[in-house]
């Protein structure tokens, strides 16, 4: 069982930044594979980007270039930092944990991140 938690989130104008944080605890971190989601009104959950145990990183296209993942095994920390942020980034991020073995997966409760002038 794991526990994810997120925290970052907030408002902030187009083209500024802001760090998520996703804090997991309850089993080994390394274990699992991390992402980040996204779900803006009325559409679907979208992935933004993911990090495997061995820190390798895919991302949206979206978002490449502008947005970097990262973990911290040693805090059981996964970041998203986010940069040059865009009205279209506004959404519910949320956090996913992906174990490399049973391949159970495990969600955060989700941090509004709204981008607007």
């Given at each position: 069982?794991?526990?994810?938690?997120?925290?970052?989130?907030?408002?902030?104008?187009?083209?500024g930044s802001l760090r998520l944080s996703c804090a997991a605890s309850g089993s080994i971190f390394?274990?699992?594979n991390m992402g980040w989601y996204r779900q803006a009104p009325g559409k679907q959950r979208e992935l933004v980007a993911a990090i495997t145990s061995g820190s390798?990183?895919?991302y949206a296209d979206s978002v490449k270039g502008r947005f970097t993942i990262s973990r911290d095994n040693a805090k059981n920390t996964v970041y998203l930092q986010m940069n040059s942020l865009k009205p279209e980034d506004t959404a519910v991020y949320y956090c996913n944990a992906n174990h490399i073995v049973t391949m159970v997966v495990y969600w955060g409760q989700g941090t509004q991140v709204t981008v607007s002038s």
């Open positions: 069982q794991v526990q994810l938690v997120e925290s970052g989130g907030g408002s902030v104008q187009p083209g390394m274990l699992y390798s990183t895919n």
